[in-house]
Structure formats: C-alpha cells, structure tokens
C-alpha cells in the first residue's frame, strides 16, 4: 500500500510538474485577471484596435480546409509609412490583451522607431479559438496546436499585413516575444526569415530539450535565487519537505499543517500531502520567475524583491523542531499568495484548474514541449526526482490521447546549431530559472546573448522603471541599437 | 452546344494540363520503365543497400501517431569515416531507385569526395506509402503528402543517421535534388540549415508560383528550343493547331487523323480533338526537358539533340495545306515516341493514367504545388490559354476534395526573398523550360546561379557523357567546388 501510495502521488506529481514548466500559463488563470491592481501603470494608457483574421486551421493539410479568427491587436499612433518598421509581438500562450499589457517595452520603444504595433494572438489562447468553445474538448480538435501551426499563422498574417496596409510593403518585422513567446520569435526568424528581419527572443528557453540542457539546472537557478536572498533561506525550504513528511504522517499533523497554511480544502490524505507539495515547489519556481526589482503584478501581486521578502521567513539555523520550521515556511508561502491581504484560504488545487490556457500548454507540453526537469535535493532545494519520459509520456496518454516526441524539438528546430542563423537576440535574466534553458553565449555576430544578472523572466520587456538595474537599462538600449541595425541593414537590401 | 463543348474540352485540358506541370511524373508511368534500354549507362555498375526507417506518418500533428517505412538507398563504398560528407539526394515524386539510377553525378563525385550517397525515397511514391496500397485512395489518406511533411522526413532521417551510423556524427551532409527534388533540397536547407550544410538545386522551378515569375515564361522556353532546333519549326508548329481544328471539323478528317498519328483509340469527337492537342503540346514540351545532347532514355528512349531530329520534319514554310503540314506533324511525334520503332500505336490517354507517381503528383500540383502556366500563341507556338486559377480550384475539389492554396508556397518558402539563406547552388539548363521558374541569378555569395545555356533538364545531375557540352563540364566542376568549401566550413566549425 505504501508503494502504491506513493505511486499515486507520483503521478500526480508529475501532472503537476507540467505546470511548473508551465511558464506564466499560471497567471492566464481567470481568477488572477481579477486579483489585485490592474498590470498596467496607471500612468501610462495604450491603445489599440482590435482586428480578426480569418487563418487556415491546417496550414499542413488540406482535408481540414476551415478558417478560425485570429486575434490580433494594432497600435499604429507613432508608426512612420510607408516603410516605417512593424514590431510584432509572437502571441504566447494565453489572452493577447494581457500580454499587450504586460510588454511596455514596445510601447515605449514605439515612438523612437516611428513603429506600429502588432501583437498577434496564439492559436487556442485568448480568443482566437479554431473550434470555438470546443476547441480543447479532445485531441481531434487539439490537434492543430503546435509551435508550427502558430508560426505559419504569423507569417501568413505579416503577409498579409504586408500586401494589404498601404505603406507596409517594405516595412521591416521585427519580431519580439518572452517566454515560450520569445520561443516563436527566435524560430520565426530561424523559419521564416524572409518574414522577420530580426527577432529578440526575451528569456526564451529554446534548449529547454531533451538532451540539450542538464535537466537540473532549471531548479538550480531557483535554489540560489532563494540562498542569495537571505541567510539559509534555502536550507529550510530544502528541510522543509521532510517536516511536512514527519508532520503529515498523523491525522494531527495533517490538520494543524492545514490550518497553519490557511488551506481552502484540508489536507486528508498522502496524496493531498504530494499535491500540496508540488503546490509549495511551484510557489517557489513562480517566485524565481518574478523577483522583480519593484512591487508588480505579473503572476500575482507581490512586494519589490519579493524573494527578499519571502526569505525575511526562512532566515534561520535549521535547528528548529519541524513545527517551527513549517510556521516560518507558511508565512513565507503567504507572501506569494496574500500580499495584497484579501485572500481567505490558499487553495493547493489552483495550477491544477481546467482553464483554457492550462489545458492549451498542458497539450503542448504533452506534444512538442516536453522539457525535462529533475531535481536531486543536494544542488536545489527541492525533494530528489529524476526526469522519467515514459512515465511522463503515460500521463500524457491518458489524459489527452497523445504521446510526447521527446527528440523533435530539436530536429524542428535545430537544438545548438544555429550558427547559419542571423538576427537574433537572446536575453536572459540571472534569476530567471528560465534562463537555464535559454542561449547564454554569442553565437555568431548576429547571434547574440544579452544577460541581465538581477532580472527575473523577461524583465526587459516589462515598462521601464525607477527602480531597473542598470543591467536591464543597458539591456534595453543594446536591444534596440540591434532593432535599428537590422531597419538599417533592410532598408539597404529594399533599394538595392 | 458549341460553347459548352469548348467548356469540356478545356476542363479536360486543364487536367492534362497539371500533367505538363508534373515534371518527370510521365516518366514514372510503369509501361515506361520497361521501354527500352536501361537508362543506365551498362558500363557503370552501380551498387546499394536498401533500407527502410520508420517516419511518423504526421510531423505536425498528434492524434495520427502512426509510422509507416521509408524507403533510402546508402552506398558507401568510398565513405572516408569518421566525418566524411555524406551527399542526400532528397527524392522527388517517383520511385527512389529510378532517381537513383538517373543521378550518375553523385556517384562519379563520391570517391573523389570520400562521401557515402543516400538517396531517401518521398512519402507516398514508390515503396514508400503511409497507408500502404492505399495511400492515394481518398484526401484523408493523401491529406499528408506535402513538402512540409517530406521535408520534415529528410531532416528526421538525417539526424538519426548522424546520430546511429558510427562515424557519422560530424558528417557534412549537401542536399542534392533535381525538378521537384531541386526544391526540396533548396528548402530543406532554408528550413533545417542544422541539417545541411548546403544544397544543389538542380533545375528547379522554386518561383514558378503565383506572382513570382510570369506564367508564360514556361512555354516560351519551349518555343525557343523548337525555333533554334529547324527553320520555321515553332511556326509550322504554331500553325498546326489551327490545322487540326479545320480538319478535325469533319468526320472523314478525323478519321485522317486517327490513321495518319497512328493512334490507338480513334478520335471521334471535339472532346477527343481537345485531348489529342493537349497530348501533342505536352509531347513538345516534354522534348524540351529532355534535348539531351546525346542519345538517352530519361521520358523516353530518345536520339541525341532530339528537337533537331523533330524539327527536320517541320523545317519549311508555312505555305502548305493542312494535311501536308499534319503529317509532318505526325512523323515529328513519332520521333518521340517511336524512336524504338516498336511502338504499334500512340495513346493519347498515355498522360492520364492512375498510376501512383501521377495521382499523388496530381493531388500535389491541388495543394501546394499550384504552378500557373499560361499561353498567349504568340510569344510560343502553343493555342492561346489563361490562367485560371478559379477553374484549375473547382477541379481540384472535383477530384480530392481540396483546393489549392495559390500563396501558401511564397509564404512558407519565401518567394524571391531568400537573402538571408546560404550555401544553395541554383543550377538550371537554358533549353530548359523550367529554367523559365528557376532562379537565374546570384543572390549573394553563397545563394548561386549557375546557368547551362545548352543544358536540357537537370542535365548536370545525369552521368558525364563524352558528347556533354562544356558549359555543363563546367558547371559539374563547379558544384563539387562549391561542394568542398561547405564541408571545409562544417570542419570548421565543429572543431571551433
């Protein structure tokens, strides 16, 4: 039974584990659109149009010869015609609009450039549904969402954008995108070069693949955000999962934990102790994704440096008894989940929820992005679990029909042979545990790296503000003397 | 009655039509691989193994899991390993072993270049067929015949050589195609560069698509090897068509006819008359591909500079009557498909038949492939005819159940816009009619044209022959030239 038990848990675990690789598909959770202040400074109003575009649903066959409307948004105020530059945000996955708001670098780069604005929503996000309310119901209609189908709907739609907006004819592309949105950028241009002049792929983990990258170092980067952040901060997360073992294995034990953490629903059993586990890891990957240098709303409100903050909690020799230990670790907790100090319960089930944009990344995660991830408890801080495909591949199986092909990224993409490419930034954030699976040298001239040692996920794409360090500054300007060298370089090859 | 017969008859036509669009698919009609000769030259032995992979029968898609075996020929007799290049003829639309046979090239250059030659078979012709006999049966079993889906194939096959063939894992490999199979391996370099270090495009067509090149261009290549080939040959030619009509107005002249072309199901109305002239503009243009400067058997056994033998039946002034100027029509046909002095009877159907190589070319040209080809009559010798895109659609979705996408294939490779690619070698023949949508100039440094002004179609990929003009001696020199300096830079650029 025990053995069983802790199969179950496992499994579990592993469904879970998707979600930690889930980049912010946490944050397209609907009730986090209603937390908290709006992401936006209320300084600063954009505004856009809102257009459709009619995209084939199968770029790649021709039997499914139906069209969905894509969404897609312009801001075209400061854009130059003819010929002044488009910058084209590669939609991630999730609601456009959110990620419109979240990208302030575009708008405040928009004018100095006298560039228009797309921002092109992804394919099953947002609205821009092929199936409609249907379209995640199963894998027969899941089944044109991949990074290709995405991507041949962006060079279709500056295509189209190209020969149809009076004055964009020559107008160069740039491509921007963060995340698995930078993902798109970086290989739109390695795909479809004659569509993008360049593309700045924002902490976009592109060898995030199975044999490319060590599949620790992901948990790595978030451990020692967490030991940088205050005295043996790390140490009592990493001691922490045995006393939430100890303390859970009575029904007191369970109680007085599930009390302490203001749990929603009470912890009952061996397999709510996994969720709440895997619950608790993803607290603090999410934190390493946005310890931002100033109080944000990004995947939830939270404080300036909120690691700091977290870790104000966990500063302490570990010689304490697992009950202390685990009060420390709940305070802590409550930093991520109740800044604002309006939440009546944590709810452990919340990665798990059936929305749109978790049942989108989980598929994809489940076809082409499977991103090994594994933890050993000695180099990270978290419970030791190795990457096991099959097993992974199973879950998959069962819940949507499909198997992962753990070796295609790489030959699609072309894995850490980019050398024949051109025109790509790839910036990273030190404390972002994305960055590990992101490109952290220059491969050619055009293949450049940019880190940013203090930010976090995409920090560069964020507004600017008072409280950016210099390296994100610098990061900035750097990026868009590059965006102006390749306007430059495809002005010269317009009129020759 | 007379309009709505002039309606079927180019319905018909544009049917034949895709058939001269089809490349070399006529030669892979079964009755023609047992006519004749052996188009191997008997004195070069030629040796290889046949082997099969497993390709997943979807690359971009899940739910269709399964896999089926693709065909690929390996000789590696003078392979220098570890790391010797290893030169990829990426397979057209036909059986792999045929193209095989037909490309001498690669197997005089192997030894000098230490290289192992792979030949890899195209889903859905020859062996290798995803639903086995039937593959072609319906649009749900072809829906994955596509370049994007072959290429995908190509670049899968690579990686698992490279990765499972010991001694292959740092071997440069070059793509090396002719026709169809020139632009796919000019696009398996632009789409996976990580793949190969380079490509040979032999005559091929990557700008015969909407907008790119106009659509006459094709037949005025043909015009200009008949008008070269004999005095007044493209006018009698040209006048010929007019002749038919007149004498193909009666019943006795149709009857004339039958007996003076030799056919084997007699023409018997407007209908027929319209096939049989489709029949005879194809047999012209096939000739053009195929003036081959010595004696061979590519489309058909065949004398050397085989417009010239033609056209000395047609070398006199137009100031004959109809009948005179048909029958001479007639012995120039025969030319082309008599040349054995076995054949008891022509068929007109000859184009049209069922067989693999055709229907999955058909379904092709329905999709993707669409390749506007249009006649004015007076810049060629050929009846005057539009391009129609809307009609050639509706008899598409008449036949598979799919239109063709008219911008798709400049969207997904480009168009004229491949300046950011490297290391493709264009190489085209000016007698060539698909020259006409080929790229014929340097687009930099590395994305070369080379031009064979007395080659025929892909003439450089065939064997080296004694009566080879020195343009295409030249051009061979050239490639290999090509050839080393991109395996010099791979070397370079694995031990950096």
Same mark, same amino acid.
């Given at each position: 039974m025990e053995a069983g038990g802790r199969r179950d848990a496992a499994a579990v675990c592993s469904l879970l584990f998707l979600c930690l690789g889930c980049f912010h598909v946490i944050a397209l959770k609907p009730q986090l659109f209603r937390l =908290?202040? %709006?992401?936006?400074? %209320? *300084?600063t109003p954009i505004s856009y149009e809102t257009l459709y575009f009619d995209q084939k649903? +199968?770029? @790649?066959? @021709?039997? *499914? +010869?139906g069209t969905f409307k894509q969404r897609y948004l312009v801001a075209d105020k400061y854009w130059k015609q003819p010929g002044g530059p488009i910058l084209f945000y590669t939609g991630n996955e999730g609601d456009i609009a959110w990620f419109c708001n979240n990208t302030g670098f575009m708008w405040e780069i928009a004018e100095e450039l006298g560039a228009m604005l797309v921002f092109a929503e992804h394919r099953y996000y947002g609205e821009s549904l092929p199936f409609g309310q249907d379209s995640h119901n199963d894998n027969k209609n899941l089944n044109f969402l991949t990074s290709e189908q995405a991507l041949a709907d962006y060079a279709v739609l500056i295509d189209n954008l190209k020969r149809t907006l009076p004055g964009a004819q020559h107008s160069p592309v740039i491509a921007i995108g963060g995340s698995y949105g930078g993902m798109l950028s970086a290989w739109l241009r390695m795909k479809y070069p004659h569509s993008v002049v360049g593309a700045l792929a924002s $902490?976009?983990?592109?060898?995030?693949? %199975? =044999? /490319?990258?060590?599949?620790g170092d992901f948990y790595k980067v978030v451990t020692q955000d967490f030991a940088r952040s205050g005295y043996n901060c790390d140490g009592n997360i990493r001691k922490s999962w045995k006393a939430i073992n100890n303390i859970s294995s009575t029904v007191s034990g369970l109680q007085w934990m599930s009390e302490e953490f203001s749990l929603c629903a009470p912890l009952k059993n061996k397999n709510d102790v996994g969720i709440f586990k895997n619950w608790l890891q993803e607290t603090w990957t999410n934190l390493a994704m946005v310890d931002y240098p100033y109080e944000a709303n990004f995947l939830q409100p939270l404080p300036r440096w909120p690691i700091q903050v977290v870790c104000k909690f966990l500063s302490f020799d570990s010689a304490v008894s697992d009950y202390q230990l685990l009060q420390a670790v709940s305070q802590a907790a409550k930093v991520y989940y109740n800044y604002t100090g309006i939440t009546s319960c944590l709810n452990t089930s919340q990665t798990a929820t059936g929305s749109l944009g978790f049942l989108g990344w989980f598929y994809q995660a489940c076809t082409e992005m499977a991103m090994p991830m594994c933890t +050993? =408890?000695?180099? +990270? /801080? @978290?419970e030791a679990e190795d990457w096991n495909f099959q097993a992974f591949s199973d879950e998959c199986n069962a819940m949507f029909g499909v198997r992962p092909r753990a070796d295609w990224a790489g030959v699609v993409y072309g894995g850490k042979d980019l050398a024949s490419h051109s025109n790509i930034i790839f910036s990273n954030g030190g404390l972002d545990p994305w960055s590990a699976g992101g490109? $952290?040298?220059?491969?050619?001239d055009s293949l450049v790296s940019i880190l940013i040692p203090e930010g976090a996920h995409h920090l560069d794409l964020r507004y600017s503000h008072d409280l950016d360090p210099p390296s994100v500054r610098a990061a900035r300007l750097l990026e868009v003397k590059y965006f102006r060298e390749w306007i430059k370089q495809a002005k010269t090859n317009t009129t020759t």
């Open positions: =908290g202040a %709006s992401p936006l400074p %209320s *300084e649903i +199968d770029h @790649f066959g @021709f039997v *499914e +010869d $902490s976009a983990p592109i060898w995030q693949f %199975s =044999g /490319m990258v060590p599949c +050993d =408890g000695v180099q +990270d /801080m @978290f490109v $952290s040298y220059n491969i050619t």
